[in-house]
């Protein structure tokens, strides 16, 4: 049986590429946001400052959560998410790595 395609790429790769995928969204860059520029938990916030339905922030919660981008906590009856420390750092260095490969060429196309 032939190689599907993850399985030819790195697990660096596979793994960066899951991160932006589940970060590619304009809802979920904005929930991003909300939750940095908060320092702290955010416990059901988002829907006043993002205008948008409550379930279609949980849906994006959902994803950013299941990449592990952002972890939640239960607290009476609501779940409080924050920025996953672990997950930040991991993609901070292979996103800015990948990103600081590039040097610009003067006399390139």
């Known amino acids: 049986m032939g190689l599907t395609k993850t399985e030819i790429f790195t697990e ?6 899951g991160l932006l995928k589940a970060m590619a969204h304009p809802a979920r860059i904005a929930i991003l946001q909300q939750i940095i520029a908060a320092k702290s938990c955010i416990c059901g916030d988002l829907v006043e400052e993002l205008g948008l339905a409550q379930a279609t922030i949980s849906q994006h919660l959902k994803e950013l959560k299941n990449a592990e981008i952002i972890q939640g906590t239960i607290e009476g009856v609501r779940v ?3 920025i996953n420390p ?3 750092k991991l993609l901070e260095k292979q996103f800015g790595a990948f990103m600081g490969a590039y040097k610009a060429e003067t006399n390139c196309c």
């Open 86 to 88: 672990e997950t930040w």
């Open 12 to 17: 660096e790769q596979n793994r960066l590429a």
């Open 80 to 82: 409080c998410y924050c």
